[in-house]
């Protein structure tokens, strides 16, 4: 059981636009900024957004990324084949003190 | 740029203790304010953040692991650890290294990662 909640799974077809949620409460996402990780498969994950919406050097501007509250979402615009991956979101829970993952959500380019 | 490699055993005994490090390139572990972290994905399912250490020695460490893990930073060498005392089948998982871009009161901030190292438990 993730202390995020995400959709297991979400799809769409090319040149689609997707959004991928993730679910939190006042100790982390309503606290504290959220990161997204897209997973590749076989691969090591990789940053895609930070502090919310912020895209590192190189991530295509397909990606973008809002919070709102104890929420926070992912979205896929233009979607390609080569987005299908595993997305996480991440943040720091204040009551742990420790960062926290979501459960993972499956990326399928139909 | 900063890269990170993860090195060590990938066959460890249950009862004993996994021991893995991490060699970072490319840059300083002491430069910047940075912490040092780990986290681990079990075959098939999400990830799971282990802890972190800053270059003081500070750590933050996941409850639920906190009694077994120990991290620790060597400056000289530019790499950083993980031990995990007692372990048993249930971790079994790829083990990776990342660069914590977080503060002290915040974190989830993972750049870069290094590629992984798959620990199996068995006898």
């Known amino acids: 059981q993730s202390v995020l909640t995400q959709p297991p799974s979400a799809s769409g077809t090319p040149g689609q636009r997707v959004t991928i949620s993730c679910s939190g409460s006042?100790?982390?996402?309503?606290?504290?900024?959220v990161c997204w990780y897209q997973q590749l498969p076989g691969t090591a994950p990789k940053l895609v957004i930070s502090?919310?919406?912020q895209r590192p050097s190189g991530v295509p501007d397909r990606f973008s990324g809002s919070k709102s509250g104890t929420s926070a979402s992912l979205a896929i615009s233009g979607l390609r084949s080569e987005d299908e991956a595993d997305y996480y979101c991440?943040?720091?829970?204040?009551?742990?003190?420790?960062?926290?993952f979501g459960g993972g959500t499956k990326l399928t380019v139909l | 740029q900063v890269q990170l490699q993860e090195s060590g055993p990938g066959l460890v005994k249950p009862s004993q203790t996994l021991s893995l490090t991490c060699t970072v390139s490319?840059?300083?572990?002491?430069?910047?304010?940075?912490?040092w972290g780990w986290i681990r994905q079990p075959a098939g399912k999400g990830l799971e953040w282990i802890g972190r250490?800053?270059?003081?020695?500070?750590?933050n460490y996941n409850p639920s692991l906190k009694s077994r893990v120990t991290m620790s930073v060597d400056t000289f060498k530019n790499q950083f650890s993980l031990k995990l005392n007692s372990v048993t089948a249930a971790d079994t998982a790829v083990y990776y290294c990342?660069?914590?871009?977080?503060?002290?009161?915040?974190?989830?901030?993972?750049?870069?990662w290094g590629q992984g190292t798959l620990v199996t438990v068995s006898s």
């Open positions: 990342v660069r914590d871009i977080g503060s002290r009161w915040s974190g989830g901030w993972f750049d870069p």
């Open positions: 490319g840059g300083s572990i002491s430069s910047g304010s940075y912490y």
């Open positions: 250490v800053y270059t003081s020695g500070t750590t």
């Open positions: 006042i100790s982390n996402i309503g606290s504290n900024y």
């Open positions: 502090r919310n919406d």
């Open positions: 991440a943040t720091w829970d204040d009551s742990l003190s420790g960062a926290v």
